[in-house]
T-cell receptor, first 113, second 110 residues
Framework: GAVVSQHPSRVICKSGTSVKIECRSLDFQATTMFWYRQFPKQSLMLMATSNEGSKATYEQGVEKDKFLINHASLTLSTLTVTSAHPEDSSFYIC?????????FGQGTRLTVV | GENVEQHPSTLSVQEGDSAVIKCTYSDSASNYFPWYKQELGKGPQLIIDIRSNVGEKKDQRIAVTLNKTAKHFSLHITETQPEDSAVYFCAASSNNDMRFGAGTRLTVKP
């Protein structure tokens, strides 16, 4: 199947700093990329949907100025958590889709100290 | 929008037994129903999927059934093994909008 690469897998940062997470589709061009957040023992919560070359669409309750999404090409999307706080600590997962199928990255465990 | 419900939230079976996880969805326009397996600390991995023009699909020990009239679909795992232990998510998708169930934590006891 298709491969989606997400980096880093783990990151620890200090409060107030920013962290960038990359999501790449390695062997296909993704029409759309999604960013999810997952709290312990819970399901995937959609944060935003991004299409190449256009602004991301954020789900209700997700701060777009805090979670900056850049979708520069059909194979790369980045999520930047700005001015991170401990409550932003979570597991973040991206997915890249063709027209009908979604493939997930390995996830990024963010810990803000 | 789409709403996906998944049951049970936890499931414990003995090795060799079968496991069944059920999901319902609300949007009749949904036409793609994937199932994902998520191991601890990793992203979800697609294990099987089914499209709305098919009622059943099987891949070795895993099968999925879809009832479009009732808007429900199920994952069946036969001859379960300890390595099947994980969290399983169902999802329903229409027009590139995918919504997930809450997940089922499956434990297979040796």
């Amino acid at each position: 199947g298709a491969v989606v690469s997400q980096h880093p897998s783990r990151v620890i940062c200090k409060s107030g700093t920013s962290v960038k997470i990359e999501c790449r589709s390695l062997d296909f061009q993704a029409t759309t990329m999604f960013w999810y957040r997952q709290f312990p023992k819970q399901s995937l919560m959609l944060m935003a949907t991004s299409n190449e070359g256009s602004k991301a669409t954020y789900e209700q309750g997700v701060e777009k100025d805090k979670f900056l999404i850049n979708h520069a090409s059909l194979t790369l999307s980045t999520l930047t958590v700005t001015s991170a706080h401990p409550e932003d600590s979570s597991f973040y997962i991206c997915s890249a889709t063709t027209h009908t199928e979604a493939f997930f990255g390995q996830g990024t465990r963010l810990t803000v100290v | 929008g789409e709403n996906v419900e998944q049951h049970p939230s936890t499931l414990s079976v003995q090795e060799g037994d079968s496991a069944v996880i059920k999901c319902t969805y609300s949007d009749s326009a949904s036409n793609y129903f994937p199932w994902y397996k998520q191991e601890l600390g990793k992203g979800p991995q697609l294990i099987i999927d089914i499209r709305s023009n098919v009622g059943e699909k099987k891949d070795q020990r895993i099968a999925v059934t879809l009832n479009k009239t009732a808007k429900h679909f199920s994952l069946h795992i036969t001859e379960t093994q300890p390595e099947d232990s994980a969290v399983y998510f169902c999802a329903a998708s229409s027009n590139n909008d995918m919504r997930f169930g809450a997940g089922t934590r499956l434990t297979v006891k040796p």
